[in-house]
């Protein structure tokens, strides 16, 4: 098989697009590509097309089975982009849904994408409650460290499923304050 398929979770706000963003630019230079796509982008392009949703952060509390739809189809949407490619797929081991979490990774999306490895990003949960906080541009779920400590072991606990299913390997990165660049080494370390 050609290509490695990476797969980025971490709960929102944790900081996963900046951890990417910063280890691609670290390959870039080395000159080994990868192209970024965000799951809820492609979820997110069909719902709005449908009208089902103004932005992104509405997409959580759709019913269960609209939620499911847009996931498969985001699913075959990437599987198609990405072919042969070195790809990241920044997205969710598990989305809190006003029913309960979410699998961010049901075996219809895990057949379309077939990960090498899952990423967990992780790091505190009073620093993930300061980041939401400090970020205006999006529509955070109102919720203390311990439900997002909750989040976090849930994410590790589904990922244990994803691992069972693909044969893949689960690399726990985390993101901690003031240690952005410890965080990029380490998933450039998986990615190289
Ligand atoms: P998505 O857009 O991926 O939502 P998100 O997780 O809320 O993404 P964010 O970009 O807000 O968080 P991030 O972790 O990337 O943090 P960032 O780098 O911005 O998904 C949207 C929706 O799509 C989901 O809600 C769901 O509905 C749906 N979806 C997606 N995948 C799905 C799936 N598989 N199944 C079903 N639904 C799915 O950083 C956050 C802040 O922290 C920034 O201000 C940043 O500057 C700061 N920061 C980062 N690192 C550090 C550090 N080390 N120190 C200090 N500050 C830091």
């Not at 900046?18 to 670290?26: D, H, K, L, S």
């Not at 492609?42 to 939620?67: G, I």
Request: proline residues 3%; aromatic residues 6%.
């Amino acid at each position: 098989k050609l290509g490695k398929k990476v797969v980025v979770t971490g709960v929102p706000g944790v900081g996963k697009t900046t951890v990417i963003n910063g280890a691609m630019e670290r390959l870039a230079a080395e000159g080994v590509t990868y192209t970024p796509v965000n799951f809820g982008t492609f979820m997110f392009e069909v719902a709005k097309k449908e009208n089902l949703v103004s932005d992104r952060d509405e997409m959580r509390k759709l019913a269960k089975d609209v939620q499911k739809r847009l996931q498969q189809a985001a699913a075959s949407g990437i599987a198609a982009v990405s072919a042969d490619a070195n790809v990241i797929i920044d997205t969710h081991s598990s989305v809190k849904t006003p029913t309960g979490f979410l699998a961010g990774l049901p075996e219809w999306v895990l057949r379309e994408l077939m990960p090498d490895i899952v990423v967990l990003v992780e790091t505190d949960p009073d620093q993930i409650l300061m980041r939401r906080l400090g970020d205006a541009s999006r529509t955070r779920d109102m919720e203390g460290s311990r439900a997002i400590a909750e989040h976090q072991e849930f994410n590790r606990a589904v990922s244990a499923a994803y691992a069972m299913y693909t044969g893949c390997t689960i690399k726990i990165v985390r993101n901690e304050n003031f240690l952005l660049e410890q965080g990029i080494d380490d998933l450039v370390s998986v990615l190289r």
